[in-house]
């Protein structure tokens, strides 16, 4: 991830049609592989969420072809999609298997716009971790869920407090913020391996995201958890380009007859 080096630039429109030709033919979505993680050396910690902050600070945005598969209890859902992701904002484009639109997703500071383009209706939301549970699965606040999604971890406002525990093992990164327990195994390369967040007191539900590089040090997929709640999101990129994208990308203009469900 240094650099935010792309992987498939400029082909994303081939991806996405790619994609709809494995959805059609209904093959099975694969998730990311057991992440391996590596023993961290002393004194690395602290310069590990550093480097992961200043990647952070330094993401410009993205685009990218994804086959996500959606699983709770009631089922799962797999589908071709294009995303546009800024530091604050994402867009997600679901296609049908002959390329028609049928689903544009907004999320941003202020609002989650999802219009459903075949049943022409729209519904609108806060954005929360509340909304992006109804909508994607896994209850996460959007930005969150954007960082995630591009391999990078929440990290800690001070990166003094961080330590090296060893169990669960192997040895790993944690620290707590605002209550939570963020547990962080990391690659040879110093990379996340796998998220584990969880209340510092020990209640509450558990969430997790391992994380799958390329060979290139790109993100290759993410796989997000909710275990308590059933729930599960894969994501595996066929394309990612990291570039800025247009505000505009993330504000969703409606049809005028298009009505507008209010979920809040």
Known sequence: MPG??????????GALHLLLVLALAGCATTRPAPPTAAPIPPGRAVELVQQWAAEWASFPGARGAMDLTAKNRRGSERVAALVLL???????????PFGLPALVATAGPDEIMIFRVLERRAQTTRPSPEA???????????VTLIRLLVGNVPTPADPQTVTVESAPSPPHLTWVEGGVRHRVWVTAEGRPARLLLERAAGDGDRLGADFEWGNAGGIAAVRIEAP??????????LSIEYRENPPEAFRL??????????LD
């Open 4 to 13: 935010w080096a792309s992987r498939g630039v400029g082909r994303a429109a």
């Open 86 to 96: 800024a530091p604050t904002a994402l867009r997600v484009e679901v296609a049908t």
């Open 132 to 142: 992006v549970e109804r909508w994607l699965g896994v209850p996460l606040p959007p």
């Open 228 to 237: 308590a709640k059933g729930s599960e999101l894969t994501v595996r990129y």
């Open 253 to 262: 203009t409606l049809p005028s007859d298009i009505p507008i469900q209010r």
